[in-house]
């Protein structure tokens, strides 16, 4: 009977010991999923937000400008604008190691949509065959100038 006891213990000993691995585990998944602050390296703006924020896989971009980084202005081009916007999306996901292909979610705010063609020239370069869902929406005036504000969602594939 002895023996038997002590299988007991020992089989009981290892689904506890499985048991709270598992809460662990849950504990530290959720830590880990708990927003954090995704900024680029360098960032010298004091504006109250953040470049992005990360919430377990998923990644909100914020508005994006494609300003001239030289003069702060916009770019001479609608298409050099959009090209700008794009990138500084693109680095902002390289921050989170995520790429343009995880995004499944982008909304372009345009001071005027005429620039529509424009900004699709440009637009369809940095995505394979399914782009993301995407909204296209004229705004009126955009902050600094700038015709084209992005932003968007993405999710860890």
């Known amino acids: 009977m002895r023996a038997r006891g002590n299988g007991f213990v020992f089989v009981a000993g290892i689904v506890i010991g499985v048991l709270v691995s598992g809460v662990v585990a849950a504990l ?9 602050a995704i900024n680029l390296p360098g ?3 004091t504006a109250p937000f953040s470049d992005a924020v990360l919430a377990g896989d998923t ?3 914020a508005g994006r400008l494609g300003m001239d980084p ?9 298409e050099q ?3 700008n916007v794009m990138n500084g999306i693109q680095a902002v996901l390289a921050e989170a190691d995520m790429t343009m292909d995880d995004l499944v979610s982008v909304k372009v705010f345009c001071s005027d949509v005429s620039l529509y063609g424009a900004f699709n020239s440009v637009y369809r ?3 394979n065959e399914a782009p993301p869902a995407r909204a296209f929406l004229g705004s009126g005036t955009l902050l600094f ?3 084209f504000e992005v932003a968007g ?3 860890k594939g």
């Open 28 to 36: 530290n998944a959720t830590q880990d999923s708990s927003p954090r």
């Open 43 to 45: 960032r010298t703006t």
């Open 59 to 61: 990644l909100y971009v």
């Open 70 to 78: 030289e003069t702060g202005r916009p770019p001479a081009t609608a």
């Open 81 to 83: 604008e959009a090209r």
């Open 125 to 127: 370069e940095y995505f």
């Open 145 to 147: 100038g700038a015709r």
């Open 153 to 155: 969602i993405a999710v």
